[in-house]
C-alpha cells in the first residue's frame, strides 16, 4: 500500500508502532466503507479509532509496569514466564523451558521472586 518511507513517516507521525498502523489502517479503512458519502466531518470522526488504538497500549504499558524485575531475561520474556506460572509449571521447569527455547539461563531462585514480590497468583481451574 504504501512504500517502506512512507509507513515510518506515518508510524512516527501517528506516534504508532508498525502493527499499530496496520490495525490502524483496516480498522479506518472499514469506518469509511461503511459511510454512504464522505464529509469532512465523517472523516475526522473516524479518528477516534486512532484514540482507542493509543488507550489499548498505554493500558499495556501500565500493565508491563505492574510486574518489576531487574533481570533483563525476565523482562524480555515476562509475558511467558506469567504463562508457564498459570498453566502449572515450577520454577526449574519455567527455566528449562526458557533455556530450550531462547537459549537463555535464569535461575529458578530469580524466577521464585520474581513471581512471589510481583504477587502472580495461578490460574485455578474450579477444581477443589
Not at 488504538?53 to 524485575?69: H, M
Not at 521472586?113 to 481451574?125: A, L, S
Request: net charge positive; proline share 1%.
Amino acid at each position: 500500500m504504501f512504500s517502506e518511507n512512507k509507513r515510518k513517516r506515518y508510524m512516527r507521525l501517528l506516534d504508532l508502532e508498525e502493527e499499530e498502523l496496520s490495525l490502524f489502517l483496516k480498522r479506518y479503512n472499514y469506518y469509511l466503507k461503511s459511510k454512504k458519502e464522505l464529509s469532512p466531518n465523517i472523516i475526522l470522526n473516524g479518528l477516534f479509532i486512532l484514540d482507542d488504538i493509543r488507550t489499548k497500549r498505554e493500558k499495556q504499558k501500565a500493565l508491563r509496569a505492574k510486574y518489576k524485575s531487574r533481570n533483563k531475561y525476565i523482562i524480555k520474556y515476562r509475558d511467558e514466564i506469567i504463562e508457564l506460572y498459570q498453566q502449572g509449571f515450577g520454577f526449574t521447569r519455567i527455566s528449562k523451558q526458557l533455556e530450550v527455547n531462547h537459549k537463555i539461563k535464569v535461575s529458578r531462585s530469580s524466577l521464585y521472586r520474581y513471581i512471589k514480590i510481583n504477587n502472580i497468583k495461578r490460574e485455578t481451574d474450579g477444581q477443589s
